[in-house]
């Protein structure tokens, strides 16, 4: 069997459970086992979704803005925090068990003093976005770092290397595959964290649009957005996947010997 | 000409010695194994001559110069390849000189002849996880050759592999150091290892180990790979089980 043909194949049982799902819905809201108040038919739904686009596309225009900055900051923040605490143990002791703590802080629960404190701008929902995806990335970073085999550092020690050294060439490389699967989880945290600051105050967003059509009772439309986060939020952890295969081609050597092996 | 000297290394760890009192000298050329059982201290004197720790007694000099707790200037083998997976084997086994500073360019094209010599012709720009265990130590022995000024350090680098792999190994062991001028202290706990590879042979024994005995194995170089099953070979290691067990003896 070819290896195109064998992927194709392992996704089929996927696809045909969401198809019976979208079924399963298709039957329900048309026979009108569920009224279609409650729940529009996924006809409805797209008909919504294509007559809506231009007026969503403009809406969702922020909320990436948004999921964007707060990503990239949360990123950075992630980095150099985990690197610190890395380096410095004491850093580690006193920061981690803080760490943890706010992640069990809802961030619906935040929200709204975010925007007491910062008003209905960007400014509340690039930090939530900050604030829910930094944390994934730095404990990602910082297994990935505490991943290093002690060998390896004296090895690289004993050929001279500085500490600059020792981070760049075996640390970082290290830590990559880490830091990509807290991105990947971060990716799509970043999207639902600016929608759900949308939802608490301002002005655009596809969190504000979401609000606006649901107190018109307009399910389709509400039902039409949820589904184009939903593919957004696939699309940028897609978007993830392929920057981790271009930037770490060995990981794709090795995925490929171990297939090989089972093969 | 006496490239590598240990003059009486005592190295503790949280009040316990280690070792004790060690002096060993290495001659240009020369292949010389550290013997003895587990925990007699062997990686921790690697440890010490390689610069990676201070001992508290003693010093460290190479070719007269003092490099005690001076990582960098002798290459240092492990028992795993320590290859960096994410790393090319070109660019694996030239990273000593990349972190000495050379651009990376300049360093792959003076790795790249040696590939031939150390039998990794074609692996240049495969990835670690492509090469069987035997070839990735025969890249780690390159990197750790392009990484010396002509002394390395080898710490049980063939104990990981199988037998028959291992014995392969020997052989081209013997063949590439014909070629190449590496001056060797080689840690093992396989007799036949290191009276097949040696020129001279420490004993080190007990808690703390303590140098008890230097064997030199007259067989000249180039040893054939059936030296093993001779009868010198045979007397060789007789001569060594007697002083293993002699000293097991004198430590009851």
Same mark, same amino acid.
């Given at each position: 069997m070819t290896k195109r043909l064998q992927n194709i194949t392992s996704k089929l049982p996927a696809a045909a459970a969401l198809a019976l799902i979208v079924l399963l819905w298709f039957i329900l809201s048309e026979t009108g086992i569920v009224p279609g108040y409650m729940l529009p038919s996924p006809v409805d739904v797209v008909k919504a979704l294509i007559g809506d686009f231009p007026i969503i596309m403009e809406h969702a225009r922020t909320t990436l803005q948004e999921a964007f900055y707060g990503l990239s900051i949360g990123i950075i923040l992630a980095f150099i925090t985990a690197t610190l605490m890395d380096h410095f143990l004491i850093l580690n002791r006193a920061f981690y068990p803080i760490m943890i703590i706010t992640q069990t802080i809802p961030t619906i629960a935040i929200a709204p003093v975010l925007v007491l404190w910062m /008003?209905? /701008?960007?400014a509340p929902k690039i930090t939530l976005v900050v604030i829910t995806t930094f944390f994934p990335i730095t404990v990602g970073l910082l297994d990935g770092y505490k991943s290093v085999d002690r060998d390896s550092i004296d090895l690289m020690r004993a050929m001279g290397a500085t500490k600059l050294q020792i981070f760049w060439h075996v640390k970082i490389p290290a830590a990559m595959p880490q830091f990509f699967a807290g991105l990947k989880i971060s990716a799509s945290y970043a999207v639902v964290g600016a929608v759900i600051s949308e939802w608490l105050g301002g002005f655009v967003g596809l969190g504000v649009y979401m609000t606006r059509v649901k107190q018109a009772y307009a399910f389709d439309k509400m039902f039409a957005v949820i589904i184009f986060i939903v593919v957004i939020s696939l699309l940028l952890m897609a978007v993830v996947n392929v920057i981790r295969r271009v930037s770490m081609p060995w990981m794709a050597v090795e995925e490929r010997g171990e297939k090989d092996e089972k093969e | 000409m006496t490239l590598l000297k240990a003059e009486h290394i005592t190295k503790k760890y949280s009040g316990r010695t280690?070792?004790? *009192?060690i002096s060993i000298d290495l001659q240009e050329g020369e292949l010389v194994s550290l013997l003895?059982? $587990?925990?007699?201290g062997k990686t921790t004197l690697f440890h010490v001559l390689s610069g990676l720790v201070a001992p508290e007694e003693g010093r460290v000099l190479l070719s007269g110069e003092d490099i005690t707790? +001076?990582?960098? @200037?002798i290459s240092y083998m492990m028992q +795993? *390849? #320590? =290859?960096? &997976?994410? +790393?090319k084997i070109i660019d694996n086994v030239s990273l000593p000189l990349v972190l000495k500073g050379e651009k990376k360019k300049d360093a792959r094209e003076k790795a790249d002849p040696l590939f031939e010599e150390f039998g990794l012709?074609?692996?240049?720009?495969?990835?670690?996880?492509? #090469?069987s265990g035997g070839m990735r130590q025969r890249a780690a022995l390159l990197r750790t050759y392009l990484s010396s000024d002509g002394v390395a350090l080898l710490d049980e &680098?063939?104990?990981? =592999?199988d037998t028959i792999t291992k014995s392969n190994i020997h052989r081209w062991y013997l063949d590439v150091m014909e070629h190449i001028n590496l001056s060797t202290l080689f840690i093992t706990h396989d007799i036949d290892e290191a009276i097949l590879l040696s020129d001279r042979i420490y004993i080190l024994n007990g808690r703390p180990g303590r140098i008890t005995e230097e064997i030199v194995i007259e067989e000249k170089k &180039? @040893?054939?790979? *059936?030296?093993? #099953? $001779?009868d010198a070979f045979f007397r060789y290691k007789r001569e060594i089980i007697g002083r293993l067990a002699l000293e097991e003896e004198q430590e009851k």
């Open positions: /008003g209905f /701008g960007m | 280690i070792i004790e *009192d003895g059982v $587990s925990g007699a707790a +001076k990582p960098g @200037r +795993k *390849d #320590l =290859l960096l &997976p994410h +790393k012709e074609g692996t240049q720009y495969q990835y670690p996880s492509q #090469l &680098p063939f104990s990981a =592999l &180039p @040893r054939q790979a *059936d030296f093993n #099953l $001779s």
